[in-house]
């Protein structure tokens, strides 16, 4: 499984993201699963679904270079309790993707951009957003898109509701960067985003 594309992003953390191109016994050839992830495997019978959840298991296990840990929350999170660091993994189509910190909460969002975001950007997107936005543009919505559901990870324990808690501002698309605004009755936060187009895919990261 190649590495396709990594990068440090300032003192928070890394992202990673690989290509997948290897067959599910491939895959279970490059992790060997402890009785628990197994089971767990059997449970699920989708053939692409199978291949992303063993694909970033593989890719954590080579980021960190050593055997690791992770729990499961009730919504379905994945938590890395050994070694200790805040994980977010995401994975559309042939790219599997994680973003490993050791200090703060993070989220990651990979996807391939299609047409059919024309179709339920109305879902995610404010009023104010799609006033700013030129929503002919697959990869702009696309980035709204990765960048809410980041966010939402990010702040999983919130359960954020896109359109009316999630606020992203951009200054200049070409910086590549953005931030987001999280407001609830009872939460608050400033968020940053960066944003990268890999191949014809679209990452998006929050810290």
Known sequence: MPQFFSEKISNIGTVYVWKVTETEEELISLRKLSESEYLHLQLLKNPQKRRHWLAYRVLLGEAIGHDFEINYLKNGKPMLVHPQQFLSVSHSKDFAAIFLSETQPIGIDIEKISDRIQKVFPRFLNETEQKNSNLSDNSLLHFYWGAKESVYKQFHQHRLLFVE???????????????AHVKTANF????????????????????
């Open 188 to 207: 608050q936060a400033k968020v940053h985003l960066i944003y990268r187009l890999i191949a014809d895919y679209m990452l998006v990261c929050s810290y």
């Open 165 to 179: 808690q999630i606020q992203i501002d951009i200054a200049r698309w070409e910086d590549q960067t953005a931030i």
